[in-house]
Structures are given as C-alpha cells and as structure tokens.
C-alpha cells in the first residue's frame, strides 16, 4: 500500500476483555515496529519484527501482550484481560530494512481506550 | 539505564530561529533520529545523525556530538504549522530505537 495502515483506528473496550490490533506495513518493508504512546508521553518501543521473526520482545509490558507477523507482511498485537492502563495510542512503523538508519513510517495509530 | 531527556515544552515566535535540545545516556549509541509529530497524528520523520557535527535540511538544522551525549534541532524562520511535539530518539543497538518524551513546540504570531 501507500502507507503504514492500521486498524482500528479506534477502540474502545471493556476491562477483562481481549484486543487485536492490526498494522499493514508499507510493501515491501522487511522491519515493522509496535510502540505505545501515552497522552503527552514519548514513544515505548514495544516489539519489532524482521520478517515473520521478533528477536527482542524485551519491550512488551507483561506476558498480557503478544505480537505476531505472517508472510513477513500484516502484524496483529494482542493484548489479553485489558487493564485501563493499556488504554493509549498504539502506533505501528515500518522501515526497508532491519539497518537502524532506515527511515521508520509511521501509520496513524489505534487509540486504545479501556473502561 | 536509558535515558533522553528533552524539555516539556517551548514557546517562539513566527520568523525567529528555536533551537530544541536533547541529552543522552543509553548503553549503546547507533545514531539519532528527530521526528515530528503533530497533535493526533503519527511521527514523521525529519533527520538522523550518526557523525559528529552539523546536518542541514531547508529550514531545519540537527546537530550532533557523540562525546556529550548532545543533540539539538534547530528549526529557522519559524512558520506556525511548526507548532508540533518534536521527538528525539536514539538508536541504542541494532534496530532498537529509545524515544524521548517529546518537546511541545508552540508559535505564537
């Protein structure tokens, strides 16, 4: 596509309950990035992915968060029982290659609210 | 630890110069990124250094020094859809990228 797709773009869930959020990176892009972003708050690097791969699942915030790439294309981030911590903007990026001086692009967001 | 601190918040004035600073201690040092963002939407992306010294792109300036752990953005003749959060972030190791918080650029008239 054009650019990084995410969706929903909204979500709006209740606590206890299990979300999926998906990102379609830009064709082609062999690194794909999920970070949270806070209100007024920086990015948290979540997860990336080379390919179907994710060497560093350092970043997820508890065992409540998986992530998963197929056909080193589409990503899905699950997160289980939903706190209303999780409530935030979960943002996906892209980038060409796994070398740290790509470009990373990034798609619009899905604005998590959990009540 | 990681850390990069940048301020909270800044205010310029339409046509004047802003210089945006950002400080760094993280384990590894690849490079460093700026990137935009404007309230609601996602980051776009505006520089990266990796040398020492001083990189210029139409309107917008980054400066580097590896020994100090010191970054600015320099953004020149200041028009107001510049009023954006801008991020500093740091590639720490291969393909881990640490943001800072962000410093909320306002211009005023």
């Known amino acids: 596509g054009a650019g990084v797709s995410q969706s929903p773009s909204n979500k709006v869930t209740e606590k206890g309950k299990d979300v999926e959020l998906r990102c379609d990176p830009i064709?082609?892009?062999?690194?794909l990035y999920w970070y949270r972003q806070s209100l007024g708050q920086g990015l948290e690097f979540l997860i990336y992915f080379q390919g179907n791969s994710a060497p560093d699942k350092s970043g997820l915030p508890s065992d409540r968060f998986s992530a998963e790439r197929t056909g080193g294309s589409v990503s899905t981030l699950t997160i289980q029982r939903t706190q209303q911590e999780d409530s935030a903007v979960y943002l996906c990026?892209?980038?060409?290659?796994?070398?740290?001086?790509?470009?990373?692009?990034f798609g619009a967001g899905t604005r998590l609210s959990v009540l | 630890g990681q850390n990069i601190d940048q301020p909270t918040e800044m205010t310029a004035t339409e046509g004047a110069i802003v210089q945006i600073n950002c400080t760094y201690q993280?384990?590894?040092?690849?490079?460093l990124f700026w990137y935009q963002q404007h309230a609601g939407e996602a980051p776009t992306f505006l520089s990266y250094?990796?040398?020492?010294g001083l990189e210029e792109k139409g309107r917008f300036s980054s400066f580097l020094s590896r020994s100090k752990g010191y970054s600015y953005l320099l953004l020149k003749e200041l028009q107001m859809k510049d009023s954006a959060s801008y991020l500093c972030?740091?590639?720490?190791?291969?393909?881990?990228?640490?943001f800072g918080s962000g410093t909320r650029l306002s211009i005023r008239p």
């Open positions: 250094n990796v040398l020492d």
């Open positions: 993280t384990s590894g040092f690849n490079g």
């Open positions: 990026a892209s980038s060409p290659s796994m070398a740290g001086e790509d470009i990373q692009y």
């Open positions: 064709s082609g892009h062999t690194a």
């Open positions: 972030a740091v590639l720490s190791s291969a393909s881990k990228i640490i």
